[in-house]
């Protein structure tokens, strides 16, 4: 009974912890401007089943595909196994699916513990990608300390829960063999059975271990889904609204901003009339409240695998410029503001901004707009709307561009081109063959 | 060969409507290399009698570079004022060989108004080739020469045209080779996003210099390009790694010209 009542407390405790920081994420998302993405729910469930729940992007990478897709698989699947737990817990019960279930619990339990395997051996081998052999793609200005942990700790901690998972299971099965208590014969251990041998033989001693590991186990998963929101594992969750709110254009489509549209129109035409439709309250983005929530949701969604900075031509030839720092300094930054709102309240003006505290100019002038690191990202993020928005800030707000850029503005305005020919010799090249 | 180029402004006057619209692009009246590039595109469509014309004086930068520098209200101007002049002479079907004028009209005019069916000329010359209206004969052999083709990144990634350039040179009998990036994977020629009109932020090197690399490890002879500031890019790169002697970079248009002797 106590030992029910703890259980309640802690899980209850787990879940109101966690809506109350998801529930600060969801806010902070929202500070962004509106972005219109509700069209087409029918291509946009078909890209999120194809891209987010089939994974189809991360396949240019094989091996990090298939270790990645045993632990997703995993995760998802072994989640079942949680539900059981969870039931357990709250009534007392033992493993009570074993019963209804039947046969099919002893396939579902055996399965688990395949995929336990998997998900470890997955682990191990991440984190050797990370730490022995230190692959490229994990390096980087941006990646300081903390987004190196941070990647460590998620691996070790998968790790030791699928460690406890499997000896739990594994004490479990030596009491049934026992026909100790209450453990009844339930399930099948094709992992477990192996390192059974290793564990003690005394009843007392099994009972601990299975009970120690079945609360590591749980309370280690409520812990790790409190540890997510300060995490870039958070990506588990915003995959899937992420992918569905993808940019369905063309990539190489920008937007056209209707602010300037109005303008533009009024200027070449002095009888036109714009409709109010509530200026902004500036060009471009400077600051992350400029963005639109769905800049923001990629921000929070990010899991920092530097797919697009290893394909970013700026990058890979040395430049300041790496797309993943773009989506983490916004992340950044947008905690910051949230923090700010919790600690002082609305419109709290802390003297800072995305641009220059966070994103140096040379990163912005770095960029070919090349779209190669939306095309890599295998949940669909756009780090380059989020370049393109700051620098319609830079040159509209400020008039900053780069020397040269403002020379080619000029021709194009004065010339009708980019460089400085008269537009009276745009018909030359026909007569000289 | 004397090229008779009619303007959209002596066409209109004559009563006269050309089935497509030759968009020329900055570059490809400007610049010597691409102007070679732009005669040629008007001898393929001279070749197989389509009837075509020029704005001539009256176009403009589709303001491409000013858009993707964040000069929106630069970008909005010369957009509005392109769409006067296009829907003035009741334009319906452009072709151009800039990617980025093609997917500047093709995806940011429709916003603004300017709506019309708009064309790289890799797709004008994969369509000819699949109605027999264009061959790989009567010119230059290609026989055994290994070509790689670079993906411009506005008609790649940006607007998922990959297989049109191909088309042009699989008709050819020549070795056609892939670079490691290629496709979805191509890497830029360091031009995009108003590169091509600033120098490059400090690095270890040119981004050119990195996708020449990629040219030679293919092995590839001739560097097939599809755009005129790729074409400015990967010449730069070759001549500065001394390798002109082993390989060409040549516009599509133009090994269409070669291949059928025009």
């Keep these: 009974m106590i030992a029910q009542a703890i259980f309640i407390i802690i899980l209850g405790a787990a879940i109101y912890l966690f809506a109350k920081n998801a529930g600060k994420i969801r806010r902070n998302i929202l500070l962004g401007k509106d972005a219109d993405r509700s069209d087409q729910p029918a291509l946009r469930w078909k890209v999120m089943a194809k891209v987010a729940l089939g994974q189809t992007k991360m396949v240019k990478r094989p091996v990090a595909a298939v270790m990645h897709f045993f632990i997703y698989v995993g995760f998802i699947i072994i989640n079942l196994e949680v539900l059981e737990i969870m039931i357990d817990g709250i009534f007392g019960s033992h493993r009570i699916f074993s019963h209804p279930l039947g046969g099919l619990y002893n396939l579902l339990i055996g399965g688990f513990e395949v995929l336990a395997l998997l998900v470890l051996t997955a682990c191990v081998v991440f984190l050797?990608?990370?730490?022995?052999?230190?692959?490229?793609?994990?390096?980087?200005?941006?990646?300081?300390?903390?987004?190196?942990?941070?990647?460590?700790?998620i691996l070790i901690i998968e790790i030791l829960l699928m460690t406890a998972f499997l000896t739990m299971n594994a004490a479990d099965y030596k009491l049934q063999l026992l026909h100790f208590g209450h453990y009844v014969t339930a399930g099948s251990f094709p992992v477990s059975s192996v390192i059974a041998p290793l564990l003690p033989n005394g009843s007392g001693a099994l009972v601990m271990l299975e009970r120690g590991c079945w609360w590591f186990h749980i309370i280690g998963i409520l812990a790790f889904l409190n540890y997510l929101p300060y995490s870039k594992h958070f990506h588990i969750l915003l995959a899937f609204p992420n992918v569905y709110y993808s940019n369905l254009n063309e990539k190489g489509k920008f937007t056209n901003m209707a602010s300037v549209?109005?303008?533009?129109?009024?200027?070449?035409?002095?009888?036109?009339?714009p409709e109010n439709t509530g200026e902004p309250a500036r060009f471009g983005v400077k600051d992350v409240t400029d963005l639109t929530w769905k800049n923001l949701m990629e921000a929070y969604t990010c899991t920092e695998c530097g797919r697009c900075t290893s394909v970013c031509p700026a990058n890979i030839t040395g430049k300041l410029?790496?797309?993943?720092?773009?989506?983490?300094?916004?992340?950044?930054?947008?905690?910051?503001?949230?923090?700010?709102?919790?600690?002082?309240?609305?419109d709290h003006d802390d003297g800072k901004a995305l641009l220059d505290n966070y994103i140096t100019r040379e990163e912005l002038w770095a960029c070919t707009t090349c779209n190669a690191c939306v095309d890599a990202c295998p949940v669909n993020i756009n780090p380059l709307e989020i370049i393109t928005e700051m620098r319609r800030y830079v040159v509209m707000e400020e008039s900053q561009a780069p020397a040269s850029l403002n020379n080619m503005f000029g021709n194009v305005e004065n010339n009708g081109a980019p460089w400085k020919y008269s537009q009276a010799d745009r018909l030359n090249w026909a007569q000289n063959d | 060969m004397n090229l008779q180029i009619p303007t959209m402004a002596q066409m209109a006057a004559q009563d006269q409507q050309p089935e497509i619209l030759f968009w020329v692009g900055c570059a490809g009246s400007f610049d010597e290399r691409a102007q070679k590039i732009t005669r040629d595109i008007c001898k393929i469509l001279d070749h197989v009698g389509i009837s075509f014309a020029v704005l001539g004086t009256e176009e403009s930068c589709t303001g491409d570079p000013a858009k993707r520098?964040?000069?929106?209200?630069?970008?909005?101007?010369?957009?509005?004022?392109?769409?006067?002049?296009?829907?003035?002479?009741?334009?319906?079907?452009?072709?151009?060989?800039?990617?980025?004028?093609?997917?500047t009209i093709k995806n940011e005019y429709p916003g603004l108004g300017g709506n019309y069916e708009v064309i790289h000329h890799s797709q004008l010359i994969q369509q000819l080739i699949d109605e027999g209206k264009l061959k790989a004969e009567g010119g230059e052999s290609f026989k055994g020469k290994k070509i790689t083709f670079h993906d411009p990144c506005y008609l790649g990634r940006g607007n998922g045209v990959y297989e049109a350039p191909r088309a042009a040179l699989e008709i050819l009998d020549a070795e056609l080779v892939e670079m490691k990036r290629c496709k979805s994977n191509g890497l830029c020629c360091g031009a995009g996003g108003a590169q091509m009109f600033k120098e490059p932020e400090p690095g270890k090197k040119d981004i050119n210099m990195e996708r020449i690399g990629d040219v030679?490890?293919?092995?590839a002879e001739i560097v097939a390009a599809g755009c005129p500031f790729c074409m400015t890019m990967l010449t730069d790169g070759v001549k500065h790694q001394d390798k002109e002697q082993e390989?060409?970079?040549?516009?599509?248009?133009?090994?269409?010209?070669?291949?059928n002797g025009l």
């Design chain 1, 261 to 273: 549209t109005n303008e533009v129109k009024a200027m070449l035409d002095s009888s036109f009339v």
């Design chain 2, 69 to 103: 520098a964040g000069n929106e209200f630069l970008f909005q101007m010369m957009a509005m004022t392109n769409i006067a002049v296009l829907d003035g002479y009741n334009v319906k079907k452009i072709v151009t060989g800039c990617p980025h004028c093609f997917n």
């Design chain 1, 128 to 153: 050797c990608r990370r730490n022995v052999v230190r692959l490229k793609r994990f390096s980087g200005i941006e990646m300081t300390e903390w987004p190196k942990s941070d990647a460590n700790y």
């Design chain 2, 216 to 219: 030679i490890e293919a092995k």
């Design chain 1, 321 to 346: 410029l790496s797309p993943r720092k773009i989506m983490m300094d916004t992340r950044d930054r947008l905690t910051e503001v949230g923090n700010n709102i919790d600690k002082h309240g609305k």
């Design chain 2, 247 to 259: 390989i060409q970079v040549l516009d599509i248009a133009e090994i269409t010209v070669r291949a």
